[in-house]
Every structure is written in C-alpha cells, then in structure tokens.
C-alpha cells in the first residue's frame, strides 16, 4: 500500500498544545518565586500576586494536559488505520489527513483501491459506545472504577457530510477526468474505532461501523474489483494535489 501523509491537523495541534504547555509551566514557576519572596520577604502583595500566577496558570497547565491526551489517543487510532491496512499492495493509496479547498471538511483518510474508494471517519474511544439510527451514546468506566457518561459527536453525520463534500468535489473533476458529468465510482463511507477497549452496540444504523480489526477484511470481501489502474491513478493524482 502507498501512504500519502498530507497536513496533519493532530500533530500540529499537539506541538501548539506543548509549547503553549512550556510556557504556562514557566509562569507556573514565576508564581511560584513570586510567593516565595512575598512570604521571606513579608511582602503581602507579591505573595498574592503569585499565587495568583501559579493558581491560574496551574489550572491551564492541566487544561492543556487533559487535552494534549485526548489528542494523543486520536493520533494513536490513525496510526492504527494504516498499521492494519499494510498489507494491502501498492494497487491500493492511502491517503491521511485530507482537507478539501474551500470546505471545513478533515477527512482522516481516504483509500483508493481496485475495490473502490473508501472514506474512513477513525475514532479511538475507550468504554461502551452505543448508536441507535443517529443517535449515539458514549458511557466509560472512571479510575476510581465509576461509570460516566463521556462526551461523543456524532460520528455517522460527521461522515455522512464528508463523504458528501468528498463526492462533490469528484463530480466537478470527473469531465475531466472520467468524460463523465458525475464521479462514476461509489464512495463507501465508515466509522471505524481503533480502541480494543471499545465496546460497540449498534442497531439500525445509517452507516458502516467497524472495529479496526474488521477493516482489512470488508475491504477485501467489497465485491469484484471495479477500479482500472489507470483510473486509480487519476484519482490519487488530483486528491494529492489538493
């Protein structure tokens, strides 16, 4: 399998959530001398000023790091998509983190293949996930062994409207490219949830759901092979210039 990385919003996110980290533990010492010098200096204001500092940046020091994990465990859940779609040969493209002009649209990852194109909304929770139609529901088990309900948006509509922004932005390239007037090649939508902790109860669901261990398999089972090379590489060549 080819791999095509282009921008990687979550890494990029996480350098700006570590230097932003940097400097609130900096601040967080600064407060820390402040109080210092305000108690052996028996300064009352600039013991509070410090303190001031180091509640307020100790309290964002711990924002950033609650955040730079959950970004951590999104990149974890990409990682794993092409880790389990390796051994695809290089008929098929992967392509990681794909943003359409003009659109707020972040696709993790597209894959191009003799089998068809495949758009792949990746989630890495952990805990039980429930969806119903639309409707999703996400609850985990705490550290303290307490079960809560956990924050989850809504993956199918989420790939429901990518895959509509995907196929829009391939129906007015294929003129030229296919000498058709709409891409003539099925757009197979999934969410697909990378943690093995992840617990998946589905029921009427309006798109595919899959773990990661499941991926590699249905992509192979997708019914005969309807992709020319030649067409593949049309296909790869305009995403990748994007």
Known sequence: MQ????????????????????????????????????????????????????????????EKIMKARIWRSGLKGQNLIE??????????HLINNLSLPFKNCDIDHLLIGPKGVFLIETKHYKGEISCIGDSWRYQKVGKNGGIYKGYINNPSRQLKRNVWEMKTFLDKKSKKLFNETQFPFWIQG??????????????EETVKVLKVSSLLPYIRSFGKDQISFQDIQKIVKVLAEI
């Open 190 to 203: 999934m969410v697909v949830f990378t943690n093995e902790e992840a617990q998946i109860n589905i029921k």
């Open 83 to 92: 880790q389990f779609l390796s051994p695809l040969d290089d008929k098929y």
């Open 3 to 62: 791999v095509i990385n282009k921008k990687n919003f979550v890494k990029d996110m996480l350098s700006s959530l570590e230097l932003q980290t940097t400097i609130e533990v900096l601040f967080f010492i600064v407060g820390i001398i402040f109080m210092v010098n305000g108690i052996y200096g028996t300064k009352l204001f600039t013991f509070f000023v410090g303190s001031a500092i180091f509640v307020l940046f100790g309290y964002l020091f711990q």
